[in-house]
Nanobody, 124 residues
Framework: QVHLVESGGGSVQAGGSLRLSCVAS????????MGWFHQAAGKERERVAS???????NYKDSVMGRFTISQDNAKNTLYLQMNNLRPEDTGMYYC??????????????????WGQGTQVTVSI
């Protein structure tokens, strides 16, 4: 059973930094693509960063240059380093998985296996 647990959220002032972690269990970590999602109050959940099947990182434009996604396969852990935080970064952050093809290495299908999320609050 896939299980994701996020941590590392908190309250910071604008310009501050946080590092989120997502510990995965119940599956072979390398067989999935991983991503981070942000959901502000009253808004749709949006993908902010993900790692593709080729290991390349992809970012939402608004976080480019400020957020860095990384993973430690040995620890089954996904990270999101968030620097120069802005008030609009406030919200819940979730990690999720997407299946990876064993033949091609490409990610496919929908994002799923959502964790419980971790709250990030950025004040002026």
């Amino acid at each position: 059973q896939v299980h994701l647990v996020e941590s590392g959220g908190g309250s910071v002032q604008a310009g501050g930094s946080l590092r989120l972690s997502c510990v995965a269990s119940g599956f072979t970590y390398s067989t999935y693509c991983m991503g981070w999602f942000h959901q502000a109050a009253g808004k749709e959940r949006e993908r902010v960063a993900s790692i593709g099947g080729d290991g390349a990182a992809n970012y939402k434009d608004s976080v480019m240059g400020r957020f860095t996604i990384s993973q430690d396969n040995a620890k089954n852990t996904l990270y999101l380093q968030m620097n120069n935080l802005r008030p609009e970064d406030t919200g819940m952050y979730y990690c999720a998985t997407r299946p990876k093809s064993a033949e091609t290495g490409n990610c496919y299908g929908d994002w799923g296996n959502w964790g419980q999320g971790t709250q990030v609050t950025v004040s002026i």
